[in-house]
T-cell receptor, first 114, second 113 residues
């Protein structure tokens, strides 16, 4: 059974039209991550939450925002998508402490901007 | 943050062992060595991690050098389903940024039938 679920798998949005990607988890992990992955590149961390504490990477554009209303759900909001924001967006979770701190990833949402 | 270096690509014949190297010469004493892999069109998946001792699980083995400046992920019998990008990542348990999982370029493994 999927433990990190991303919806939708494919999203098409218009240039400049706000779009929200969603992620849910059944693992009760306190850390959640959002990554952007462009073709033939490694995933790039955008931001992460430790519980409700939000941590933004220094080079994440202001166009990208996130919300985590509870432990299970996390959202990525792209306020004004540009053509350069077309990518796979990956959500992941992990425990912060203890022996088993491996990260679990969703299957990703592939965003197309037209 | 301590960095890792990996070969860009490697090839292996099917059903033969594969040794994927990772160098991390600036590793600190509190850095765990994690490996993930990403199959085509899928999200990354955890493979294995360790601190000092060699580790085995159902997917792979992790051999860690005595000085911890390098490690090797070992796939005992490569199958076509093992063709993926393999990422070696350091996670510092003492750092306030331990929450982060930062990917380097990784090694693209091709498996030849």
């Amino acid at each position: 059974d999927a433990m990190v679920i991303q919806n939708p798998r494919y999203q098409v949005t218009q240039f400049g039209k706000p779009v929200t990607l969603s992620c849910s988890q059944t693992l009760n992990h306190n850390v959640m991550y959002w990554y952007q992955q462009k073709s033939s590149q490694a995933p790039k961390l955008l931001f992460h939450y430790y519980d409700k504490d939000f941590n933004n990477e220094a080079d994440t554009p202001d166009n990208f925002q996130s919300r985590r209303p509870n432990t299970s759900f996390c959202f990525l909001d792209i306020r004004s998508p540009g053509l350069g924001d077309a990518a796979m967006y990956l959500c992941a979770t992990s425990r912060r402490q203890g022996l088993n701190t491996e990260a679990f990833f969703g299957q990703g949402t592939r965003l197309t901007v037209v | 943050d301590a960095k890792t270096t990996q070969p860009n690509s490697m090839e292996s014949n099917e059903e033969e062992p594969v040794h994927l190297p990772c160098n991390h010469s600036t590793i600190s004493g509190t850095d765990y060595i994690h490996w993930y892999r990403q199959l085509p069109s899928q999200g990354p998946e955890y493979v294995i991690h360790g601190l000092t001792s060699n580790v085995n699980n159902r997917m792979a083995s992790l051999a860690i050098a005595e000085d911890r400046k390098s490690s090797t992920l070992i796939l005992h019998r490569a199958t076509l389903r093992d063709a993926a990008v393999y990422y070696c990542i350091l996670r510092d348990t003492q750092s306030t940024s331990y929450d982060k999982v930062i990917f380097g370029p990784g090694t693209s493994l091709s498996v030849i039938p």
